[in-house]
């Protein structure tokens, strides 16, 4: 079945620690997202990618980096530089920018600070 | 300042009734809205969407309505169901960056 894996499901950071998350998918899309929800708040942008090589900034991208070198996979660095990660993270994809297709998400992964 | 807003964070409804849920956007231009539902622990799964040229779309039990004059958004289920209850999130596209903005949520209890 074709759908978007995110990895690991729990994830611990020390601090000063770079941690990275993982998000593969299989559906032949352009577009990649990662967003952030903390508790009683909705999805908050980090990053996106409309193609490989290329990505921007969301609106809360700082303590952040990600890399596209290939289609189908879109990790996420959490710097040691976020103060505050703690958070629930979630991966999607769309087929292409123009289009008028839903987002897919993956199951996220929740991170927590030891 | 949030562009796309959900001011009710909770709902609770009999089952059998029909369940509404609103959703309201400060920017005209946004030319397609979604609707995602959310278990804890998962991430949200497609339910229905809407360009900005209609303003109704339906699919079974779910119906999306768009005031483009009032810029609100509306996701009707009817007959609410006990297996309905989760977090249902709107979202709104930005056609400048293709940008997706999320609302903060509204919690459905279906009540048995």
């Known amino acids: 079945d074709g759908g978007i894996t995110q990895s690991p499901k729990y994830l611990f950071r020390k601090e000063g620690q770079n941690v990275t998350l993982s998000c593969e998918q299989n559906?032949?899309?352009?577009?990649m997202y990662w967003y952030r929800q903390d508790p009683g708040q909705g999805l908050r942008l980090i990053y996106y990618?409309?193609?490989?090589?290329?990505?921007q900034k969301g609106d809360i991208a700082e303590g952040y980096s990600v890399s596209r070198e290939k289609k189908e996979s879109f990790p996420l660095t959490v710097t040691s530089a976020q103060k505050n990660p703690t958070a629930f993270y979630l991966c999607a994809s769309s087929k292409g920018r123009r289009d008028n297709q839903p987002q897919h998400f993956g199951d996220g992964t929740r991170l927590s600070i030891l | 300042d949030q562009q796309v807003k959900q001011n009710s964070p909770s709902l609770s409804v009999q089952e059998g009734r029909i369940s509404i849920l609103n959703c309201d956007y400060t920017?005209?231009?946004?030319?397609?809205f979604l609707w995602y539902k959310k278990y804890p622990a998962e991430g949200p799964t497609f339910l229905i969407s809407?360009?900005?040229?209609?303003d109704k779309n339906e699919d079974g039990r779910f119906t999306v309505f768009l005031n483009k004059s009032a810029k609100h958004l509306s996701l009707h289920i009817v007959p609410s169901q006990p297996g309905d209850s989760a977090v249902y999130f709107c979202?709104?596209?930005?056609?400048?960056?293709?940008?997706?903005?999320f609302g903060t949520g509204t919690r459905l209890k279906v009540l048995a």
């Open positions: 559906l032949n899309h352009d577009a």
């Open positions: 920017n005209s231009m946004f030319d397609y």
């Open positions: 809407i360009s900005s040229i209609k």
């Open positions: 979202a709104a596209r930005d056609p400048g960056t293709y940008k997706y903005i």
């Open positions: 990618s409309q193609i490989v090589n290329d990505f």
